[in-house]
């Protein structure tokens, strides 16, 4: 097994909104939007079928400054904003140039620098993350010879030596461990989870009798993941929509339990089982096999 560490460098110059790119004052604010912006009669229609204001999507106001209030955000330009993401794209392009190159003198090899973000970043938090993603690959491959894209499994195969050493415990969430996914707050959550992992192992030894089974065997592995997903832990942590993150822990778990049940007394609820392949549909190709011990 091969382990590739983050790089901070790079990482704090697009992760960042306090000192990397996404705080930049021609970037569209996050945080003003429409539906609260609005007023409440216009808005209303498209808030149903409660009423109640929520996040639509349209945002017409720009971050401005770090130490602009919310309310006195300016109207936000998307030919500036562009024009700011080919730019630090650029920048991007340069600092990797000179990271690799400094690299290279000391290692006296070619180095690799790895750069993981959260998907949710491009779009999402950072709305003009895709044009910076498309500017700075565009830039790597005409404006520059320093270094090329990659990928992790082509570097080992041109690069199979590597230093054997044991990786610490880590994540790049909060003091570089795991606190915010394990702790007073959703430490609770882990027995059941570890032990649906157990019962889906001991599922995934079986052979299915008829498509049922097969199906119900895929739905269990589906629900297992979907309980696993460490949003809902964290979500506990930070205190945001923490009764959905609940929630969904809970239902996924019961789903799976139920499922299990039904599989080893080999009374599978038809009916049952198409509504929640209905609700939970993600991972239309899984293989409930993959579970099986080697």
């Known amino acids: 097994m091969a382990a590739f560490g983050r790089d901070q460098e790079s990482s704090q110059q697009v992760w960042s909104s306090k000192v990397g790119y996404p705080g930049a004052s021609e970037y569209r604010e996050f945080y003003r939007d429409l539906g609260w912006d609005a007023e409440y009669e216009y808005i209303k229609p498209y808030i149903m079928p409660n009423g109640q204001r929520k996040n639509v999507g349209i945002k017409y106001h720009k971050i401005t400054g770090k130490s602009v209030s919310s309310s006195d955000k300016s109207w936000y330009d998307p030919y500036w904003a562009k024009e700011k993401a080919a730019e630090h794209a650029g920048n991007f392009m340069l600092n990797r140039e000179q990271q690799v190159g400094n690299l290279y003198n000391m290692m006296q090899r070619k180095p690799i620098v790895v750069s993981p973000y959260d998907a949710e970043l491009y779009g999402h938090w950072w709305y003009e993350g895709p044009w910076f993603l498309d500017y700075f690959f565009r830039k790597s491959w005409h404006d520059q010879s320093t270094y090329e894209m990659t990928h992790l499994a082509d570097y080992l195969k041109t690069n199979p030596t590597q230093q054997v050493a044991r990786p610490s415990q880590s994540s790049w969430g909060y003091k570089g461990f795991h ?4 702790n007073e707050k959703n430490a609770w959550v882990y027995p059941h989870l570890h032990k649906a992992a157990e019962r889906m192992i001991e599922l995934a030894k079986r ?3 008829d498509e049922l089974q097969w199906r119900a065997l895929n739905q269990a592995a ?3 993941l979907l309980a ?17 993150a609940i929630r969904r822990t809970r239902s996924h778990l019961m789903r799976f339990n139920k499922l299990w049940e039904d599989i080893r007394a080999e ?20 293989n409930y096999r993959t579970y099986r011990p080697l």
């Open 222 to 224: 589906r629900e297992l």
């Open 207 to 209: 052979e299915p009798a």
């Open 179 to 182: 606190e915010y996914w394990l």
């Open 267 to 286: 009374k599978i609820d038809a009916g049952w089982l198409e509504k929640v392949e209905e609700i939970d549909n993600i991972f239309p190709n899984v």
């Open 228 to 244: 696993q997903a460490s949003d809902w832990a964290f979500i506990m942590r930070t205190g945001t929509m923490v009764p959905y």
